[in-house]
């Protein structure tokens, strides 16, 4: 994987015939980068901790117009920072990012590093409880998810 930058960060994959980007903002960014660079628009899918991608059509992602989403069986839903129940979660984001600043500075680092960091959150939630925060490219290892994201396919050169 190789990142790139154009406005903001997307991922570079190179597979035998063509080489495949992902990490758009939403689904317009995707589709306005298509047109743009002149390539199609696939989806692919990160299964069993694996940072490969493979083209698929599992998750519908084209059809619903979504750029991402998460499959960690029944118990698990994550919930992006763009999905509209994210909203609802966000109280429970500040009341950790608030402990975590009244927390030590070398505590503050090391506990909870992936709300810190996080460019594009994601709430993971446990039988619909609040569970953790973690980012897009995290959860690829999480929970035996498959991750499902929308990408640009551009033939090789």
């Known amino acids: 994987m190789e990142t790139k930058e154009n406005k903001r960060k997307l991922n570079r994959y190179d597979l035998e015939d063509?080489?495949?980007?992902?990490?758009?903002?939403?689904?317009?960014?995707?589709?306005?980068?298509?047109?743009?660079e002149g390539g199609k628009l696939i989806e692919v899918a990160f299964k069993d901790?694996?940072?490969n991608p493979t083209i698929t059509n599992e998750a519908g992602?084209?059809?619903?117009?979504?750029h991402y989403y998460v499959d960690a069986g029944d118990e698990y839903k994550f919930i992006h920072s763009t999905d509209p129940g994210f909203r609802k979660y966000a109280d429970e984001l500040q009341k950790i990012k608030a402990k975590l600043t009244q927390s030590p500075p070398d505590e503050r680092y090391l506990?909870?590093?992936?709300i810190e960091?996080?460019?594009?959150?994601?709430?993971?939630?446990k039988n619909d409880?609040?569970?953790?925060?973690?980012?897009?490219?995290?959860?690829?290892?999480?929970?035996?998810?498959?991750?499902?994201?929308?990408?640009?396919?551009?033939p090789k050169s």
């Open 49 to 51: 901790g694996n940072d």
């Open 18 to 36: 063509q080489t495949v980007f992902t990490g758009f903002a939403n689904f317009a960014d995707a589709e306005n980068y298509t047109q743009k």
């Open 117 to 125: 960091n996080a460019e594009d959150p994601i709430v993971v939630l």
């Open 61 to 66: 992602l084209i059809d619903r117009k979504l």
């Open 129 to 154: 409880q609040f569970e953790s925060v973690t980012s897009r490219e995290r959860s690829k290892y999480l929970k035996h998810a498959k991750v499902y994201e929308i990408g640009v396919s551009v």
């Open 111 to 114: 506990a909870n590093f992936e």
